[in-house]
């Protein structure tokens, strides 16, 4: 995986729904996208660029990271968007870069089932 696979909480796509998921047994994990399947697996895509799915029981609570447009229109006539608040783009670039040492919403997630 390169690192242009990583998410950028600078520069994130539409397609990104930054959220922390209460994973049961894990605890809470910080992710740059959470959505559910039809099949009510909640697929994951980590700020390392890897992606899981976990059962609906394994997921006790999902919360969403706000995210906004900021600086200059591109090229395509919109706005850049990035994660809102500095300190959750803090914890993803650090997670992207692979010195994660945040408490709490940096847990590593293991999906089963």
Known sequence: MSLADNPDPENL???D???VVDVDG???VYVVSAKVR????????QWDGQTLK????RVNAVQ?????????????????????????RRRAREMTS???DVDGAGEAVVADD
């Open 98 to 100: 692979g010195t994660a």
């Open 13 to 15: 796509t539409n397609a």
């Open 17 to 19: 729904k930054p959220a």
């Open 64 to 88: 969403r990271i706000r995210k906004e447009r900021y600086g200059e229109a591109g090229s395509s006539g919109m706005k850049p968007q990035r994660i809102e608040d500095e300190d959750w």
């Open 54 to 57: 976990l059962p609906p029981h």
């Open 26 to 28: 894990s605890g809470n």
């Open 38 to 45: 039809e099949n009510g697996w909640l697929w994951l895509k």
